[in-house]
């Protein structure tokens, strides 16, 4: 009769470890779902234990957390070189919501824009209402455009926009480049076309005249005639040196680019510019400022070289003929990008704004002796180098500043 009667208290005992075993079980995986949703894998449960049911619960709750954890990993490490990507693209992508919360911007959209950082689209109102405007109005498939004033100077943006869905929320993609940008890339290829026809019709029309005249000299006596050829001649060899000199501009070397030290390369390039110079005020100097001191830059030295020069010779002989301002600085460091950056700047007279407009415009020139493609050169040099070359006017301070940007 007691035995009978100890079969349902142990049928009670049992049910009860049964329900408090899966209790215990309940609250480690809820332990889990809370640590993960929280982003925290710094924990694991206890598997050395002398229950074999708790052994293998916890081993599985640690199996699954080290599932959730590699795939968090993945899903960083994708989302990195993703954002990796998006910066090196030369176009400005903004990832905006309908609050105006800005989830996303790359590199080239902030540089465009002339804000480090970017998180709200009412940030841009301190660049331009317009820009704002634009941001928070333009609708998936739209395009749109919009002026505005930076440091940079003026630039007009670009606008087209699409749809999608970013952790459960409609967001906007918002694309956009600097059409000015774009259209300078055209307007140089097509100068370089035109160059090109130009100066193979010239070339195969003068020098046969160049090749004749130099025979004919050869064989004719002093006097009238002589002199008449060795007048054609000069005036057709002239030609061709003329003609070849604007080859130089559709026909640059490939760079071959390597590492080398900023400071001792401007510090050549000062010594050089000074040694040229001719007339200029006393008290005329060249400043070198670098941050940091053993900085380096990516490129071809030698077209570097060229283009430096070019900039100093500029800035110099502004300071030689106008007679105002005597300094020049050259300043290389790193922006928040990363990208080395070459300031060449003087205080000498400004560029008046219809000059700056076209001072990379090929065979444009102000000077009585230029040729007007030292600037296109340099430009195309560092667009080959794959950086850029920008004008910048301090009208406050009354610098003029050319700057080369390599990424």
């Given at each position: 009769?007691?035995?009978?009667?100890?079969i349902?208290?142990?049928f009670?005992?049992?049910?009860?470890?049964?329900?408090?075993e899966?209790?215990?079980?309940?609250?480690?995986?809820?332990?889990?779902?809370?640590?993960?949703s929280?982003?925290?894998?710094?924990?694991?449960?206890?598997?050395?234990t002398?229950?074999?049911?708790d052994?293998?619960?916890?081993a599985?709750?640690?199996?699954?957390?080290?599932?959730?954890?590699?795939?968090?990993?993945?899903?960083?490490?994708?989302?990195?070189?993703?954002?990796l990507?998006?910066?090196?693209?030369?176009?400005?992508?903004?990832?905006?919501?309908?609050?105006?919360?800005i989830?996303?911007s790359?590199?080239?959209?902030?540089r465009?824009?002339?804000?480090?950082?970017?998180?709200?689209?009412q940030?841009?109102?301190?660049?331009?209402?317009?820009?704002?405007?634009?941001?928070?109005?333009?609708?998936?498939?739209?395009?749109?455009?919009?002026?505005?004033?930076?440091?940079?100077g003026?630039?007009?943006?670009?606008?087209?926009?699409s749809?999608?869905?970013?952790?459960?929320k409609?967001?906007?993609?918002?694309?956009?480049?600097?059409?000015?940008?774009?259209?300078?890339?055209?307007?140089?290829?097509s100068?370089?076309?035109?160059?090109r026809v130009l100066?193979h019709?010239?070339?195969?029309?003068v020098?046969?005249i160049?090749?004749?005249?130099?025979?004919?000299?050869?064989?004719?006596?002093?006097?009238?005639?002589?002199?008449?050829i060795?007048?054609?001649?000069?005036t057709s060899?002239?030609?061709?040196?003329?003609?070849?000199?604007?080859?130089?501009?559709?026909?640059?070397?490939?760079p071959?680019?390597?590492?080398?030290?900023?400071?001792?390369?401007?510090?050549?390039?000062?010594?050089?510019?000074?040694?040229?110079?001719?007339?200029?005020?006393?008290?005329?100097?060249?400043?070198?400022e670098?941050e940091?001191?053993?900085?380096?830059?990516?490129?071809?030295?030698s077209?570097?070289?060229h283009v430096?020069?070019?900039?100093?010779?500029?800035?110099?002989?502004?300071?030689?003929?106008s007679?105002?301002?005597?300094?020049?600085w050259i300043?290389?460091?790193?922006?928040?990008?990363?990208a080395?950056?070459i300031?060449?700047?003087?205080?000498?007279?400004?560029?008046?704004?219809?000059?700056?407009?076209?001072?990379?415009?090929?065979?444009?020139?102000t000077?009585q002796?230029?040729?007007g493609?030292g600037?296109?050169?340099?430009?195309?040099?560092?667009?080959?180098s794959?950086?850029?070359?920008?004008?910048?006017?301090?009208?406050k301070?009354?610098?003029?500043?050319f700057?080369?940007?390599?990424?």
């Open positions: 009769m007691v035995a009978l009667l100890l349902p208290a142990a009670l005992i049992a049910a009860l470890l049964v329900v408090r899966r209790r215990r079980s309940t609250k480690k995986v809820n332990f889990l779902f809370e640590a993960i929280s982003g925290d894998y710094n924990f694991k449960f206890r598997e050395e002398s229950s074999y049911r052994y293998g619960i916890n599985a709750l640690n199996r699954i957390a080290e599932i959730m954890q590699a795939a968090r990993t993945r899903a960083l490490e994708q989302e990195k070189y993703y954002e990507i998006i910066n090196q693209v030369n176009t400005g992508i903004l990832v905006v919501d309908e609050k105006g919360i989830y996303q790359n590199q080239e959209a902030r465009l824009i002339g804000l480090e950082t970017l998180t709200h689209t940030q841009l109102k301190r660049i331009d209402e317009q820009l704002e405007r634009v941001v928070s109005n333009i609708r998936p498939g739209e395009k749109a455009r919009a002026n505005i004033l930076n440091e940079r003026e630039v007009s943006l670009q606008f087209r926009t749809a999608a869905v970013l952790r459960g409609a967001v906007r993609i918002i694309a956009f480049s600097d059409i000015n940008t774009e259209m300078d890339d055209n307007q140089m290829e100068w370089n076309k035109l160059i100066t019709e010239i070339m195969n029309t020098t046969p160049t090749s004749l005249s130099e025979t004919l000299l050869r064989k004719t006596e002093a006097g009238e005639l002589h002199d008449g060795e007048a054609i001649h000069t060899h002239d030609l061709l040196t003329f003609v070849e000199n604007y080859r130089r501009l559709t026909y640059l070397p490939t071959s680019p390597r590492p080398f030290y900023v400071k001792p390369f401007a510090e050549r390039m000062r010594q050089i510019a000074l040694s040229d110079a001719r007339s200029l005020p006393e008290g005329t100097q060249i400043t070198i670098t940091p001191e053993d900085l380096l830059v990516y490129a071809d030295e077209l570097i070289t430096v020069t070019n900039l100093l010779r500029n800035a110099l002989q502004a300071i030689a003929t007679g105002e301002g005597q300094n020049v300043r290389a460091y790193c922006d928040e990008t990363e080395v950056i300031d060449i700047t003087n205080d000498g007279p400004l560029i008046p704004q219809d000059v700056a407009e076209h001072i990379f415009v090929p065979f444009f020139t000077k002796d230029g040729s493609i600037l296109s050169i340099a430009r195309q040099i560092m667009k080959l794959g950086g850029t070359l920008t004008l910048k006017s301090d009208a301070r009354r610098l003029t500043t700057e080369l940007m390599f990424p």
